[in-house]
């Protein structure tokens, strides 16, 4: 087990890609068969238009309404050049079907420089990022919106049905404006290829910019993507991945190899303030049920609470 001063420590599953591409729809019925039989309590999906991964508010709603507990999260969805008025409206109904256990997460632009043409966004892309931020939040938690921004313009409108408890809107990003953003606007923080050393340094910078705007993030919302290679898969294409993502650093500060690299990475990752993690696999996953077996097994003593 793995304490932490911080809160519970959570790992769930996170999806990159499929084992091939006709094969999207029956991986992934199995991947949600699995894991409905298993002791993960989360699967994460990410927003990559352009590869063998299915869209995370679709694929959100399609386990929610196959599981009775896993909780669904993405990790994360894009938000410039979505409509947040409309993306309001299917997480709250999301939401109040599958109470607590909807896991928004967004972030400024898509991973790829080929996805972010899907994207679209007439203006600064930081101003809309943060205006769709408010004008998603205000709908999800008040009865009637006004707002006249830049890019948004709303009169006395609102959304049902909504949530009782508000969801927690949960930000990406690792540059220095994007953390200090998301001390700012969000509930929680999920990082991605940040080694441990500088998550522990970046929730720093995150809390100081919440205080700075009067506002508090709860103390166990700080999470971190942690990439993995599965034994038998090629160690060296994760490390070149990371190190194309990063290469200011040593990869191996980013890849759990293998079980117990992947544990070791969890205990550094931890020891610098994150509870929640994401663990995404580098490789392809032959059979979900094998791996999410020996992923309880060898990860599943590091949860504690």
């Known amino acids: 087990m793995v304490d932490s001063p911080h809160g519970k420590v959570r790992i769930g599953v996170g999806l990159v890609g499929a084992r091939s591409l006709p094969g999207l729809g029956s991986e992934f019925h199995e991947l949600v068969n699995a894991l409905d039989k298993s002791e993960v309590d989360s699967l994460w999906l990410a927003d990559l238009i352009s590869t063998s991964v299915v869209e995370p508010t679709i694929g959100s709603t399609w386990v929610a309404a196959?599981?009775?507990?896993?909780?669904?999260g993405t990790g994360v969805t894009v938000l410039p050049g979505r409509n947040p008025m409309l993306l309001a409206a299917e997480l709250a109904s999301l939401a109040v079907l599958a109470p607590k256990r909807v896991l928004p997460v967004f972030g400024i632009r898509a991973a790829t420089p080929h996805?972010?043409?899907?994207?679209?966004?007439?203006?600064?892309?930081?101003?809309?990022?943060?205006?769709?931020?408010?004008?998603?939040?205000?709908?999800?938690?008040?009865?009637?919106?006004?707002?006249h921004g830049e890019f948004f313009t709303l009169d006395d409108a609102s959304i049902t049905p909504r949530p009782d408890r508000p969801l927690d809107l949960w930000l990406g990003g690792r540059a220095p404006v994007g953390l200090r953003r998301a001390g700012r606007f969000a509930d929680g923080w999920l990082a991605s290829f940040l080694t441990p050393?500088?998550?522990?340094?970046?929730?720093?910078?995150?809390?100081?910019?919440a205080r700075d705007a009067g506002r508090t993030i709860d103390d166990d919302h700080y999470g971190t993507n942690v990439w993995f290679t599965v034994p038998g898969t090629d160690v060296d294409a994760a490390l070149e991945r990371a190190a194309a993502q990063r290469p200011d650093v040593d990869p191996r500060e980013l890849v759990g190899i293998g079980w117990d690299g992947v544990a070791e990475l969890i205990r550094r990752y931890a020891?610098?303030?994150?509870?929640?993690?994401?663990v995404r696999p580098s490789a392809p996953v032959p059979d979900w049920f094998a791996y999410l077996d020996q992923f309880t097994a060898e990860l599943g003593p590091l949860e504690s609470g």
Request: proline share 3%; charged share 30%.
């Open 66 to 72: 196959r599981t009775e507990r896993i909780k669904v």
């Open 115 to 147: 996805d972010r043409q899907f994207y679209p966004v007439p203006g600064r892309l930081d101003a809309c990022f943060e205006e769709s931020l408010v004008v998603l939040r205000r709908l999800l938690t008040e009865d009637s919106v006004t707002h």
């Open 197 to 209: 050393a500088e998550t522990a340094h970046a929730r720093t910078v995150i809390e100081g910019a």
């Open 271 to 278: 020891d610098g303030g994150i509870t929640k993690f994401v």
